[in-house]
């Protein structure tokens, strides 16, 4: 095995991929979102990197063939995929109208800060409040550094784990063009290395996807405090019901 040869093919299947993930779509908008959120990220990360990873290595095995001569499959999942986009089109556009915001820790003091406030109350006073007096409430002597911090809370609907999970697999599975481009492309462009050169591509294109979907959700808490306010997700919200509603179009009236 050449060596060279293969470090060519692994350098050119991750800057392959990233040319066909990186861009403004449905499943990047819905991670970014799961991101700001803090909700979920790891479940959703490992869902897009994982079906990316299954797509790949079946385009380079040979899919892309089939693929490319059952337009029958493609015509199936390009209405479930405008069908789908468009309901979350719908769900996006509604948020508008009652956007969220981020919550930050220190407005919601946990209970264990509460009682390091009062046991610091009592050593500084040197006298004990009467409901402590009368058993009905328990003083923490946990130094300051022991009290633990509320997670960052998002006000409006969450989505359970399992929605999050169904949701993020709709937005890569029933997108016809993940098969275009990453199956069919993709394959096509790993059929022009020799032996097991288009391997190392692969491989190099899995290593783009998960690179960028875990960049794209943990990058993503870095606007939170950007989106401490509801503008900020009502602009973010507007941004992702115009995506939806494009794609959907797109692949409509293609």
């Known amino acids: 095995m050449n060596t060279s040869s293969a470090l060519t093919a692994t350098l050119s299947g991750l ?9 403004i779509g449905a499943q990047n908008a819905f991670v970014l979102r799961q991101g700001i959120r803090g909700e979920h990220i790891l479940a959703v990360v490992a869902v897009c990197s994982i079906s990316d990873i299954v797509l790949i290595a079946a385009g380079v095995g040979g899919l892309g063939a089939l693929v490319a001569s059952a337009p029958a499959l493609l015509m199936v999942a390009r209405y479930a995929g405008a069908a789908f986009l468009l309901g979350y089109a719908a769900l996006a556009a509604r948020r508008v109208l009652s956007p969220s915001a981020l919550i930050p820790d220190a407005t919601t003091p946990t209970t264990e800060t509460a009682q390091a406030t009062t046991a610091s109350g009592v050593a500084h006073s040197g006298s004990v409040p009467p409901a402590a007096t009368q058993g009905t409430a328990t003083i923490s002597t946990k130094p300051a550094s022991a009290i633990t911090a509320v997670p960052r809370r998002v006000a409006g609907t969450s989505l359970a784990l399992g929605a999050t999970v169904l949701t993020c697999l709709a937005l890569t599975w029933l997108n016809p063009h993940v098969y275009l481009d990453t199956v069919v492309l993709l394959g096509s462009f790993a059929n022009t290395y020799a032996g097991p050169d288009r391997w190392f591509l692969a491989a190099g294109a899995m290593l783009a996807s998960v690179l960028w979907f875990t960049a794209l959700g943990y990058g993503g808490r870095l606007l939170a405090p950007l989106f401490a ?17 494009t794609l959907a179009l797109g692949l409509l009236l293609t």
Do not use: E, N, Q
């Open 229 to 245: 306010r509801p503008t900020a997700w009502r602009v973010l919200d507007s941004a992702i019901a115009l995506i939806m509603l």
């Open 15 to 23: 800057g392959f991929g990233l040319s066909l993930i990186v861009a």
